[in-house]
C-alpha cells in the first residue's frame, strides 16, 4: 500500500494535477515528500525479502549488502517522515494529537533501526534481528492504516480528527503487537525443536 499510493502521489507532483488543498503542502514543498516515498519504496520492497530465512542462509552476503541499503533508506524514510510533521501543515483532518502520533512512530522507527544496525555491529544477531523487525513493523505502518481508516469509513463516514489520529495510531499498534510476537515467539520455537 505505502507503494501503491507514493507512486499516486509522485505521479500527482510531476504530472502537472491541479493544486488542492489537500495536495497544497506537497507541492509547496515537494522535497521531504519525494524522498519519502523513494526511500519508504526502497524499504518496503526490498526490505521483505530480508525476512526470508532461506534468503539470509543461503545468500549472506546478499543479505549484508541489502542491510546497507536499507538501513538508510529506513533512516531517510523515518526522518522525511518526521520532518513533514513538523513543517507541513495539518492536512485535512489532522490534529496535534495525530503529529503526535506520527512523532512517536517516526521516531521509533528510527531509533529502531539504529539499534537494529548497532546490535549487528555487535555481533548480536537476536538483537540485530528484533530491532529490524520492529523498524520494518513501524514503517509499514501506513498500510496498515488503510485497514483500520477504510471499515470505519464505509460504516461510520469520514472519521473526525481524534478518530482519524486513533485509527492511524492503532495502525502502527497493529503492527507492533505482531512485530512483538514474531521476535518473542522465534526463541520459544527454536527451544522446542532443541530439546525434542
Same mark, same amino acid.
Given at each position: 500500500?505505502?507503494?501503491?499510493?507514493?507512486?499516486?502521489?509522485?505521479?500527482?507532483?510531476?504530472?502537472?494535477?491541479?493544486?488542492?488543498?489537500?495536495?497544497?503542502?506537497?507541492?509547496?514543498?515537494?522535497?521531504?515528500?519525494?524522498?519519502?516515498?523513494?526511500?519508504?519504496?526502497?524499504?518496503?520492497?526490498?526490505?521483505?525479502?530480508?525476512?526470508?530465512?532461506?534468503? !539470509? &542462509? =543461503?545468500?549472506?552476503?546478499? $543479505? /549484508? %549488502?541489502?542491510?546497507?541499503?536499507?538501513?538508510?533508506? @529506513? +533512516?531517510? #524514510?523515518?526522518?522525511?517522515?518526521?520532518?513533514?510533521?513538523?513543517?507541513?501543515?495539518?492536512?485535512?483532518?489532522?490534529?496535534?494529537?495525530?503529529?503526535?502520533?506520527?512523532?512517536?512512530?517516526?521516531?521509533?522507527?528510527?531509533?529502531?533501526?539504529?539499534?537494529?544496525?548497532?546490535?549487528? !555491529? &555487535? =555481533?548480536?544477531?537476536?538483537? $540485530? /534481528? %528484533?530491532?529490524?523487525?520492529?523498524?520494518?513493523?513501524? @514503517? +509499514?505502518? #501506513?498500510?496498515?492504516?488503510?485497514?483500520?481508516?477504510?471499515?470505519?469509513?464505509?460504516?461510520?463516514?469520514?472519521?473526525?480528527?481524534?478518530?482519524?489520529?486513533?485509527?492511524?495510531?492503532?495502525?502502527?499498534?497493529?503492527?507492533?503487537?505482531?512485530?512483538?510476537?514474531?521476535?518473542?515467539? !522465534?526463541?520459544?520455537?527454536?527451544?522446542?525443536?532443541?530439546?525434542?
Amino acid at each position: 500500500m505505502p507503494v501503491i499510493a507514493g507512486a499516486a502521489r509522485l505521479s500527482e507532483l510531476t504530472g502537472g494535477a491541479e493544486i488542492t488543498p489537500e495536495n497544497a503542502r506537497f507541492f509547496a514543498a515537494p522535497v521531504p515528500v519525494v524522498l519519502h516515498i523513494v526511500s519508504v519504496s526502497v524499504y518496503s520492497v526490498l526490505g521483505a525479502f530480508q525476512f526470508a530465512s532461506r534468503f !539470509r &542462509r =543461503r545468500r549472506p552476503g546478499r $543479505h /549484508r %549488502a541489502a542491510g546497507r541499503v536499507l538501513v538508510p533508506s @529506513g +533512516l531517510l #524514510a523515518a526522518l522525511t517522515g518526521l520532518w513533514m510533521t513538523v513543517s507541513y501543515p495539518h492536512p485535512a483532518g489532522g490534529s496535534d494529537l495525530l503529529s503526535g502520533v506520527r512523532l512517536v512512530a517516526g521516531t521509533a522507527m528510527a531509533l529502531s533501526i539504529v539499534l537494529g544496525f548497532a546490535a549487528i !555491529r &555487535r =555481533r548480536d544477531v537476536a538483537g $540485530h /534481528r %528484533a530491532w529490524m523487525i520492529r523498524g520494518y513493523a513501524i @514503517g +509499514l505502518g #501506513a498500510g496498515t492504516q488503510v485497514l483500520t481508516l477504510l471499515p470505519w469509513s464505509l460504516v461510520f463516514g469520514t472519521p473526525g480528527e481524534v478518530a482519524t489520529a486513533l485509527l492511524m495510531a492503532a495502525g502502527w499498534v497493529i503492527n507492533v503487537v505482531v512485530a512483538e510476537w514474531a521476535v518473542r515467539r !522465534r526463541p520459544a520455537a527454536r527451544r522446542g525443536r532443541l530439546s525434542s
